[in-house]
């Protein structure tokens, strides 16, 4: 807890007395159900799934934003961000996996719940997943992406649609082979697919049980092994018009936007964890048979860089944050402004957050190695988590159109 | 994929190397790769790895290559060509899984110390070489060298002089007595059949010739193996716990004796820096994973192939291995010609081959993020085998002293460092 708090340096003054009760009880649930359970429980779905109703539930983490109407505690979004990104940042701490598995749902119920075009019936909907009784109901993401050169579909910066719409006077129908989606294909209640149309793009929700859905066999990934992903087929598979909304550039950059928020605070936790880990490691180790580890200069340099990146990264996890709620004041005009800005911070705060913890393994050798100690499933995890994102190209591509007006990329 | 792969091509003329090369391919194709995935499952126990050890190692007989012919072995520690082959042999299985690759290697590496030339001891090459020629399973070794406190300090070698090393062998009579505990040794965990054990005769000390090396079965009464620990990646090679209590072996166990055992064991350190082969085959592999990848998955509707962006990280991926591989067989061409280059035990051979492992293993790690994030999604899926070489090769940066020791000794050598 006093590692988050006092280390490592961010705008506490962007956060109110009640955003700092709610991270202070994101960490104790930290503490509590995950770190100190972790030469047992680490990577124990059944655990893990526990640990996210803890959070999402009981805690309320997800019933933050929604509205109260619908259950919620009717937070604007936009003006939690800064109170999300500290309690992201105490469960990434914790397992990044589970953070994920959260923040995917965030950052579709926000979506949801802001957009005009969205019934109320998915908005109840989407909120008796996420605040409802019992375990968590997970919404898969199935975002647009790579496309396959055998079978094209509807383009959108550059991303491809997975899967295609067809309109009918009542209902849509839904087409797709082996669509991958972001997080959770094989458990998810719902899936919310980025489909391309006749007329456009949209996202359909569709519940996981509904006819000619088929999910394939478990993926075996390389971390987030909590998200149990699989391909899924959508074979005319028919929504009804309450249950699909339109999304364009700005839509999708919208739920972009979340996803690299949260992740990015996520990623920012994760290497405060491995910080600690090191440095425990790190505190009485002696060599050369005579000093302290900690004392060389060469591994306290390498040490240093560890905390440093970590001390870059944070403040402008919290800057985008607030540049979130205040777009205004950071000279942002529109949504894709405000992307650009999440998308390099996503990408900086990735990469950062894998060197810091790169070095933290390479200081502490095979101990960083074995899962004993924990910093390899970090390493796994976030690893999984930026790739999770579409890869740098494609965001790389993003900045190009913005910066230089680029259109053929 | 309708070209041919570039990485195919010899990297020497010699016929020999097409001939281990193709062996070593069909066994990785047949036996390794349509199981591998499951690899990551199998660490605790090899019930599939195992199987494949055995044919690579006892099948096909490769447990028997160092050792001298005059046993029944293949007699590469008297070739020329000995680091040359060692690395087309560990590239090829490093390509198909770095995990067996390693602990293939590790096999040789005592070895090293008994079996090559110009200092081959031959009554205890007779002693253990029938463990390996005389029997239908696979036979593993190991060097004990890591202790719990101090990590790479024993490897350190040319500052503290095995000053570090807690493990103790004391004379009694005509017998080493050795007491320790070492950490991580390749093939252990209960795999092991024989270890070389780096050990003190004079705890503290600093002059080599109280520094040795000492040869015991694993079923020397005294010897306990752990449970192999839990990892990241590497599941096919095993590593554990080991003790040593009141471990007694024959005096003539002893690999050369006062001063030569350090010495000789600073060859030992310079040849396992051909562990730079264990990224290179499986960046070989990754790249033939994204010949086929990018050809079939598109991004804005073009081939990830043809889109130049991407096509651009393709290239410093290929780029990488070329150059990372020419520093290998480089390396390796220098370490065979002991005539020109002098031997392998100096400070100048130990950092040039420092210097190339550190170089390789961190380039090959770089370009392999480069594949996952090509990948996007799938990057991190099992199914492409790419994030398996992830996990793997990034133990090539850690082990052997990781990067931190590479550095000191590159710079102890050419900076004349003197505290470092």
Redesign the interface.
Known sequence: MAITDNNFFYPVEWLGQESIEIARSAARWADSELIEKRLTLSENFDHQMHCLKILAKDIGLHGLILPEEIGGSGLEPSQAASTLVRVYEEVGRADPCIGFLSAINMALAVFVMENKDATEELKKEMASYLVGPGAVDLVSYVPP??????K?RG?LM???AQAELVKHDQSWSLEGEKA?P?NSGYDARMYAVFSSASDGFFLAFVPSTTQGITRGDI??????LASRNTDIDFAHVTIPQTHVVPIDEVGYMEVSIWMDLLLAAIAIGSAIDVFRLVRDWADN?????KGLLKENP??AA?LAQVAMDIVNSRPKVHNLARAVTRPESFGIQDTRGLFILAESIFLDTMDRCLHSINRA???M??A?????WNV?KH??DL??M???M?????M??DAARYFYGSIE? | MDIQNPFDMNVTSSPAETYIRRIIRNWADNVVIPQR?QY?EDWEEHRLIGPAFKVLLADLGFQKALVPAKYGGWNMGESDYLVTASAWMFEEIARADAGMAVAFGVCYWPFVMIAVKPHINHRLCAEFAPMYMNTDRPVFSAVAM?EP?????IE?ID??HG??IKTTAFLDKDEWVINGHK??PSNTGGEADLFGVVCTTNP?STRDEDMAFIFVPANTPGVTQGKP??????AGDM?GDVWFEDVRVPSWYRAHGPGLDALYFREVLTLGMMSAAFSIGPMINVYEILCDFC???????R??KE?D??AA?LAEIVTGIEVSRSALYRLAYMLDRTDIYGPRWSPAMLAKARLTKMFVADRCLEDC?RA????????????WDV?KH??DI??G???EG???LA??DTARYYFGCKT?
């Open positions: 992406g790579l496309g396959d050169n055998e094209r383009i550059g991303r491809e991958r972001m993926i075996k990934t390389t971390g987030l180790r002696i060599i050369k048979g060469m591994d390498v393994m390479e200081m050798g095979s960083g190695y074995s899962k004993e390899e390493w796994r690893k999984t930026q790739v999770y579409g890869g740098r190209t494609p790389e591509m990329v | 995935r990551d890591t406190q101090g990590g790479s300090d350190n500052l503290l000053k570090t950490l991580w503290g620990y839990e990892k990241a990646g590497m590593n050809s079939r998955k598109t991004l804005n509707g081939p990830l889109h962006a991407i990280e993020n996952m994030e090509i990948m996007g999604t799938y990057g991190a899926d099992r199914t994030e992830w996990r990034k133990m940066q850690l082990y990781g990067k931190q550095q000191m470092l």
